[in-house]
């Protein structure tokens, strides 16, 4: 009998350590989660919209039509500017973004300017006699390279590349018989800017910005015609500033 005990308290415990051994495993703690490092690397697409303004002049002289100062025009004007842009981003090392980026944006920048015309050395002919400088930029776009450093979800970069404007041009030399000329120019020249950009969830991100676009100069000519040779040349130049602030869906 007291075999037979001793028996089934051996049983007892070794089928107890067996089934304990067996539900340890159940009560373990989870793994920690480890959240995702967020990366820049990938294409992307959105839309942008601000302000710009242009801080140029216009400059007018005359060709066979001596005896007027040569007439400098502030050229300044500001609107609306609005459009979409395209890129890719590569992180690498590890915090270096390298991308590129292509945009357009239409334009409200608008100038309408007249000078009274003055004789060299002297003061103004009268009333009548004026410089008119018009100048409209419709559109805008640029193709820039990207080179930022990221924090995290955040990217600060700087950028710069080619840019193109498509511009309508008004000039005229008025009460001395000149035609008045309108031209439609499609400039070239280059941007380079910076801003700051923010990852809001895994595919959204916003970003503001600052661009600076130099388009240099356009030459335009107002021919007379009852003075046979004589014009009236006006030069642009024109620089853009552009703030603006844009959301990007990153796929």
Do not use: C
Not at 172 to 196: H, I, Q, R, Y
Not at 200 to 208: E, S
């Amino acid at each position: 009998m007291r075999k037979l005990l001793s028996t089934v308290a051996f049983l007892a415990i070794t089928i107890s350590s067996a089934s304990a051994a067996d539900m340890a495993p159940r009560y373990k703690a989870p793994p920690p989660i480890i959240a995702p490092v967020w990366s820049w690397t990938g294409f992307y697409g959105g839309i942008h919209v601000g302000g710009g303004w242009s801080d140029s002049t216009a400059t007018v002289t005359q060709a066979n039509f001596p005896g007027f100062a040569v007439a400098s025009i502030g050229n300044n004007g500001n609107g609306v500017v609005g459009g979409g842009q395209i890129g890719y981003n590569w992180q690498f090392a590890p915090n270096w973004v390298l991308g590129i980026e292509g945009d357009i944006s239409g334009t409200g920048i608008r100038n309408a300017n007249v000078s009274p015309v003055f004789i060299a050395g002297g003061g103004p002919v009268g009333a009548g006699f004026n410089h008119l400088a018009d100048r409209n930029i419709d559109w805008m776009a640029s193709i820039r390279g990207r080179l930022g450093y990221a924090a995290d979800r955040w990217l600060i970069y700087f950028t710069g590349g080619g840019a193109w404007a498509d511009v309508n041009y008004r000039t005229d030399f008025t009460g001395f018989g000149f035609n008045p000329l309108s031209a439609n120019k499609t400039l070239s020249g280059w941007v380079v800017g910076g801003g700051v950009e923010y990852a809001v969830t895994n595919n959204w991100t916003v970003r503001a910005e600052y661009l600076y676009y130099d388009f240099g100069d356009e030459r335009l000519v107002n021919l007379s015609p009852v003075i046979i040779g004589a014009s009236s040349i006006t030069t642009f130049d024109t620089k853009v500033n552009v703030v603006r602030a844009g959301v990007n869906y990153k796929f």
